[in-house]
């Protein structure tokens, strides 16, 4: 079976043929620099995503927020519920931990409000 993907790791966007068997990447074609190749690899077995949203705080004001690393891609929904209760109290900083574990990651500020 072959998957064909778009690499986001770079400018470059390298259009990738990976070849699987049995859900393992045999080989990864089209790729220009060994990174490329690593993204395939986990695109194909394990995909994670950064999740960037907002949560509501206690005040009324919207504060963006996104997890500290990528959590897997298909928790993302279950992600969703839990940083949707929460409710910060002001004031916040660029970095503060909202919520403490989501799934591996945690939920942090990027943005200061008062």
Excluded: Q
């Excluded at 209760?85 to 909202?98: C, E, M």
């Amino acid at each position: 079976m072959t998957k064909e993907l778009t690499c986001i790791i770079c400018p470059m966007g390298c259009n990738m043929t990976v070849e699987l068997k049995d859900n393992k990447v045999m080989d990864v074609h089209g790729n220009t620099c060994p990174r490329g190749k690593n993204y395939a690899t986990n695109e194909c077995t394990n995909p994670t995503r950064t999740i960037t949203t907002t949560v509501r705080c206690k005040s009324g004001e919207l504060l963006p927020v996104k997890t500290s690393k990528p959590i897997p891609k298909d928790k993302i929904m279950d992600a969703m519920k839990i940083i949707n209760n929460a409710s910060p109290i002001l004031p916040v900083s660029i970095g503060d931990v909202i919520i403490e574990d989501v799934f591996g990651s945690r939920i942090v500020s990027s943005k200061n409000l008062k």
